[in-house]
């Protein structure tokens, strides 16, 4: 079964500092797609970023960016000049090709200090 | 303009009532999951329908019943509520035709407690 590991319950960072949040991935799987999503105090889960496990290039979206090491399997966060909005519950997530079930990593409580 | 919403956004209920929640996406997506997150924020899925059929359907307590009457729409029924009942349930959806590509597009979620 796969499993997705986030090793640091909690975070925090100096607003306008970059952060960078782990997540590990366990999968014998060659294909397969990974997510992050951001869970604010509203609850709502909002997809951040996302990449393809077959693409080298690293994903991006503006301030947030992934450091995908396949071989490694490992697929980190790096939020950029951070923001007071940025605080939020961050989730890793890992789906298999042609799967539909989405497995999800414990989270990352990410703070944001003015 | 809400692509995914549930209803009610709060739920309160004592031990052995019989409950819903209600989903719906107007995102004209094909698949519709149910996932629980516990106290401690992790999230599991509990139920996924496409086109109306059940396809996953991970150990949950029987007291627990999904319904999609159309591929719009899956709703949650819970029997017999339990304290342990007591948790945020998400519902979320996505598209699987020809792209598995497609991320899963979550609703606000429902709180859940159980007295």
């Known amino acids: 079964a796969q499993t997705v590991t986030q090793s640091q319950p909690e975070m925090s960072v100096q607003e306008a500092e970059t952060v960078t949040l782990s997540c590990t991935y366990d999968?014998?799987?060659?294909?397969?797609?990974l997510f992050w999503y951001k869970q604010p105090p509203s609850r709502q889960m909002i997809l951040v970023i996302r990449?393809?496990?077959?693409?080298?290039q690293n994903a991006t979206e503006n301030r947030f960016s992934v450091n995908f090491q396949k071989a490694a399997k490992s697929f980190s966060l790096k939020i950029s000049d951070s923001q007071l909005g940025d605080a939020a519950m961050y989730f890793c997530?890992?789906?298999?090709?042609?799967?539909?079930?989405?497995?999800f990593g414990q989270g990352t409580r990410l703070t944001i200090n003015p | 303009d809400t692509a995914v919403s549930q209803t009610p956004k709060y739920l309160v209920t004592q031990m052995g009532n019989d409950k819903s929640i209600k989903c719906e996406q107007n995102?004209?997506?094909?698949?519709m999951y149910w996932y629980k997150q516990d106290s401690k924020k992790f999230l599991k899925i509990m139920f996924s329908y496409n086109n109306k059929e059940l396809i996953i359907n991970e150990t949950v307590p029987n007291r627990f019943s999904p319904k999609s009457p159309d591929k719009a729409h899956l709703n949650l029924h819970i029997n017999s509520l339990e304290l342990g009942d007591s948790a945020v349930y998400f519902c979320?959806?996505?598209?699987?035709?020809?792209?598995?590509?497609?991320?899963?597009?979550f609703g606000n979620g429902t709180r859940l407690t159980v007295t």
């Open positions: 999968t014998s799987e060659s294909d397969y797609y």
């Open positions: 995102l004209g997506h094909d698949t």
């Open positions: 990449q393809e496990a077959y693409k080298q």
């Open positions: 979320a959806s996505s598209h699987h035709g020809n792209s598995y590509n497609s991320p899963l597009h």
């Open positions: 997530a890992y789906r298999r090709e042609g799967a539909q079930k989405l497995v």
